[in-house]
């Protein structure tokens, strides 16, 4: 059932009761797990029979505050595939707790789900990419200042020094590409910096991350890429460019802004998403 063999360590605790709970609930063994970034939580209603559970009903779990996340676990059947889908996330700079932006990818880890898809909603920084399309995350950089894996390690996800070198499956991203490639989907790839927000960034800083390699920006992923990795999980991140980073256009940038762009690409988003899964 689960890959977890408890310890009785305190966070393994927590974990352990969330599990408890989602198993009676029904959420049993599924090999895919989803988190859907700002303005895509709309995918999760494509599962066939869901189970819906609001974050605050499992335990140990928080919903976040960020009105056009959803805060919903829904598990179900879809493409052949059992499936749990994360309809939104808790950020970072919501409560300055790695741990809490991360929990949820503990859980399904602890699930026994075998790859992980991460989604978000992005500023892009490389000129050469435009706004409104899509990029693969080949790598990352965390410029949040914290770390989930800080404290102590809970071995029995993974060890406590993981080696990140392939955080984001290559196997997986080139097949994922090249498929995409044949429905007529152009596929970005590129390095995702993940910094703390809430506030956007400003031109400097975009100049800065520019120049140390990062092609978009947003203010999640990272955290549960780490964890992903840590536990041995093959992982695909999905950036939707949401919009040209701060300084390229000129103009400011809004959250409605974002939100509006994801919406508009729900079709397109929804097939690369059926493509990962079917992978």
Excluded: Q
């Amino acid at each position: 059932m689960s890959m977890i063999k408890y310890s009785g360590k305190e966070p393994v605790i927590r974990i352990r009761e969330s599990l408890e709970f989602l198993h009676e609930k029904g959420v049993i063994d599924p090999e895919i797990g989803i988190v859907l970034g700002t303005g895509l939580n709309d995918f999760a209603d494509r599962i066939k029979d869901p189970i819906v559970l609001d974050y605050n009903e499992i335990p140990n779990m928080e919903s976040g505050w960020v009105s056009d996340h959803r805060g919903e676990l829904v598990y179900g059947e879809y493409l052949g595939k059992k499936i749990v889908v994360m309809a939104g996330r808790f950020h970072y700079y919501e409560s300055h707790n790695m741990d809490k932006a991360a929990y949820p990818t503990r859980v399904m880890a602890s699930l026994g789900i075998k790859r992980l898809i991460l989604t978000n909603s992005a500023g892009c920084i490389n000129e050469s990419f435009e706004a409104g399309s899509f990029m693969l995350i080949n790598d990352h950089i965390n410029l949040s200042g914290d770390n989930p894996l800080i404290g102590r390690n809970i071995d029995e996800f993974g060890p406590r020094f993981p080696d990140m070198t392939f955080t984001y499956d290559p196997e997986l991203r080139a097949e994922l590409k090249e498929r995409a490639a044949t429905e007529g989907i152009k596929l970005n790839e590129g390095v995702y910096c993940m910094m703390s927000g809430p506030s956007f960034e400003t031109p400097a800083e975009i100049r800065m991350l520019r120049t140390v390699g990062a092609d978009a920006v947003g203010m999640s992923t990272v955290p549960e890429a780490i964890v992903a990795s840590h536990a041995g999980i093959k992982t695909i991140g999905i950036s939707f460019l949401s919009n040209m980073a701060a300084g390229v256009t000129g103009k400011p940038i809004t959250g409605e802004e974002v939100s509006k762009a994801a919406a508009e690409s729900r079709a397109t988003f929804a097939k690369v998403l059926d493509l990962a899964i079917t992978l």
